[in-house]
């Protein structure tokens, strides 16, 4: 039977999918927010140690947050408003109800880390339900914006473009931040993701950040993953020994 142009020209799309800034960092964001919730949902509000530690663990999701929406603001937004004028806006204005929500997050967090025993158990059911809220209403968020936003992206730039955007984006990230980030960035990537995402690290950066990249994944990769990993970038699988 015989291929038409047409396609030809579709399988090559299929193959060649458009550049998506969205897809790898949202799935970091989710891991860290269901974690978080999970984390907070099982605590026991009479560990000390543990009521300490859960919320340093709000804290730090909650800073995770701020600082994604602010990227998203400075870099994401700006290139849709710059030419899809307006597009942003209904997102725009859910990132400043996020930054309300979060810093009422992390009032909850703090009163409950310095209650009384026995306020402590109302105080964590409270942050708990209110968390489930933020995180439900970021999943949705993060639809619209791996939809509505990738299209309008796609239609508007092209992948050269997008990939600048993201590169400058990423840039701006300070060292520590971006170490956080790699942790939930990593592990729940799916291998090719994973892959493409180490693969540009390791030609962009200096070694030393690829190795505390890959460092700070490695504990949360299981053995299957990191094989698979270390086989698509031809290191060896064994950390600190020879390198193929
Ligand atoms: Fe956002």
Redesign the pocket.
């Known amino acids: 039977m015989k291929i038409t142009s047409q396609e030809l020209a579709r399988v090559a799309a299929a193959e060649a999918p458009r550049f998506d800034m969205y897809t790898g960092i949202h799935k970091a964001l989710r891991a860290f927010m269901a974690d978080t919730l999970l984390a907070v949902g099982r605590m026991d509000p009479a560990d000390d140690a543990e009521v300490a530690r859960t919320e340093e663990r709000v804290l730090q999701l909650l800073g995770f947050c701020g600082a994604h ?1 602010a990227h ?1 603001n400075a870099f994401v937004h700006a290139a849709i408003e710059a030419r899809a004028p307006g597009a942003s806006d209904r ?1 725009a204005h859910e ?1 400043e109800d996020h930054v309300r929500h979060i810093e009422r997050l992390a009032q909850m967090a703090a009163r409950m880390g310095a209650a009384s025993p026995a306020r402590r158990h109302a105080d964590a059911l409270e942050l708990y339900r209110e968390l489930a809220l933020f995180v439900a209403g970021n999943f949705e ?2 639809h619209v ?1 791996e939809t509505a936003h990738g299209a309008v992206l796609w239609a508007r730039y092209t992948d050269a473009e997008l990939v600048a955007i993201h590169d400058a984006l990423v840039a701006s990230i300070p060292p520590q931040e971006m170490m956080a980030i790699a942790r939930w960035l990593v592990p729940f990537m799916n291998p090719l993701e994973r892959f493409h995402m180490l693969a540009d690290v390791r030609a962009k950066a200096p070694p030393e950040v690829f190795d505390a990249i890959v460092d700070t994944a490695l504990p949360h990769l299981t053995a299957a993953e990191w094989t698979k990993l270390a086989r698509a970038l031809g290191i060896a699988p064994v950390r600190g020994l020879v390198e193929a």
């Open positions: 929406l998203e997102i990132h968020h993060m914006e």
